[in-house]
């Protein structure tokens, strides 16, 4: 992951370089890493010019298909004035900075396989834009993903010990969130495992999985791992965790908390992994996040930004989590599960 605070004109080149660096390591081509660089050199520009600087974040994602390949995720959070009119914003042509053309959220809209944006006013502005390894088609919507999330490390540390990823199985949908025990590579390859074994075993329950997660992370330092697996034919969402990692799910108008058994995965595995299960909704909502997000964050209840793509709701979890001048003081990442109907309004191409 990369991350970089942009606080002055020379830090929108850093966000450009990050965007470039994590291209490379995508296996992108050159025409999509052009693309990549323009998205980050955009954002950053308007994190400088209408909020008075900002993070930008820079995360290797599972694409759309849940498939082979590796996608770009490019986000920009700010806690300045906001966007009155969001899809005024989006148009060519419309801008608040004098000299401006106007044309740099349009044209991460068009470049982008999937962009993303969420304002309020007097609050912030959260930007979500995902790099595919393939274009998108012109005109043609994106598809929407299920889930989304973030990741940032301590104290901008080129590895993060802390991963997410999901899978599909038929009917099932899972979301799987690792928090490699420490900080660094290590941390880093321990929850990297929990990920890679995922795709190998999407069809297992999520107890059978961590059983299976507990095998494969003997040979790491191990880690705090949450998975919640929604059976679309049953609508049922279940819930199983082992370690110190947090989760909430929102049905309705109020939020349950899901508490993960104590212990490591690949090092102190409990006998019993008790697992949660609930209905699951058109209007639920699960936020898987680590140890990193502090205890007493609140969830949000903007039904704007709770009907946008996971991918913002996560990143509006972090960023409001925290501040610029609250820095975080661990490995924190943030993931969402929304229904697979749940689209946003500004999610489209033109």
């Not at 995720?73 to 801008?95: K, T």
């Not at 304002?119 to 919507?141: C, F, K, L």
């Not at 301590?154 to 490699?180: H, K, P, V």
């Amino acid at each position: 992951m990369w991350e970089v605070p942009v606080h002055d004109s020379t830090r929108v080149r850093d966000a450009r370089i990050a965007a470039r660096e994590a291209c490379a390591a995508a296996g992108l081509a050159p025409v999509r890493t052009a693309d990549a660089e323009l998205v980050a050199t955009e954002l950053a520009t308007n994190l400088l010019k209408h909020a008075g600087g900002g993070l930008m974040v820079v995360n290797l994602v599972v694409p759309p298909t849940g498939g082979e390949g590796t996608s770009v995720q490019l986000y920009s959070l700010d806690h300045g004035p906001g966007i009155a009119d969001v899809g005024a914003a989006l148009r060519d042509g419309w801008s608040t900075a004098a000299g401006s053309l106007g044309a740099g959220l349009g044209s991460c809209l068009r470049s982008a396989n999937s962009f993303h944006l969420y304002s309020q006013p007097g609050r912030g502005t959260v930007a979500a834009a995902r790099i595919d390894p393939e274009p998108g088609r012109r005109g043609s919507s994106a598809a929407p993903v299920p889930a989304g999330g973030i990741t940032v490390a301590l104290a901008q540390a080129e590895q993060c010990g802390d991963a997410w990823t999901w899978a599909r199985s038929g009917s099932l949908l899972t979301l799987l969130l690792a928090d490699g025990l420490g900080h660094g590579a290590k941390a880093a390859h321990a929850s990297g495992a929990a990920v890679a074994e995922l795709h190998h075993a999407a069809h297992l329950t999520p107890a059978e999985l961590l059983r299976r997660l507990h095998a494969v992370l003997r040979r790491t330092r191990g880690a705090a791992v949450t998975v919640a697996q929604v059976d679309e034919e049953r609508a049922e969402l279940s819930f199983a965790g082992v370690g110190n990692a947090g989760a909430r799910v929102r049905t309705g108008d109020s939020w349950t908390s899901l508490v993960s058994h104590p212990g490591i995965v690949g090092a102190y595995f409990p006998a019993q992994v008790p697992v949660r299960r609930l209905p699951w909704h058109r209007d639920s909502l699960l936020v898987l996040h680590s140890d990193g997000l502090p205890s007493r964050w609140r969830p949000p209840e903007d039904p704007l930004l709770l009907a946008h793509d996971p991918s913002v709701v996560a990143a509006a979890v972090l960023r409001d989590a925290g501040s610029p001048a609250r820095p975080v003081r661990d490995d924190t990442s943030v993931a969402v599960l929304a229904p697979d109907r749940r689209t946003s309004a500004h999610d489209s191409r033109l």
